[in-house]
């Protein structure tokens, strides 16, 4: 899932179990953080030929994903 789909990710209450579930699945390892950063780095092209992958490889590589699955964990946790 790209960060601009995670970004928009809907909370259900009633599937509170499964959502934790998933957005622990989402949670890049450090091998694809570095792989995305790197890709990123070396193809700059893919800012004009693929723009959504761009910026969903340029928010693992910095982090962003993960500070967004902990704002969409914190999100189930304290309104569900």
């Known amino acids: 899932m790209g960060f601009y789909d ?3 990710f809907q909370i ?3 599937k509170k179990a499964e959502q934790i579930a998933f957005l622990q699945s ?3 390892t450090n091998d694809e953080r570095l792989y995305a950063g790197f890709s990123a780095m070396l193809q700059p ?3 004009i030929t693929d ?3 761009h910026d ?3 928010a693992i590589s910095t982090g962003r994903t993960q500070w967004l699955i902990n704002q ?5 946790r ?3």
């Open 78 to 80: 304290d309104n569900c």
């Open 45 to 47: 092209w893919t800012y």
């Open 72 to 76: 969409k964990l914190m999100e189930l």
């Open 51 to 53: 723009p959504y992958g």
């Open 6 to 8: 995670l970004d928009h």
């Open 56 to 58: 969903s490889k340029q």
């Open 12 to 14: 259900d209450c009633r």
């Open 26 to 28: 989402m949670r890049p």
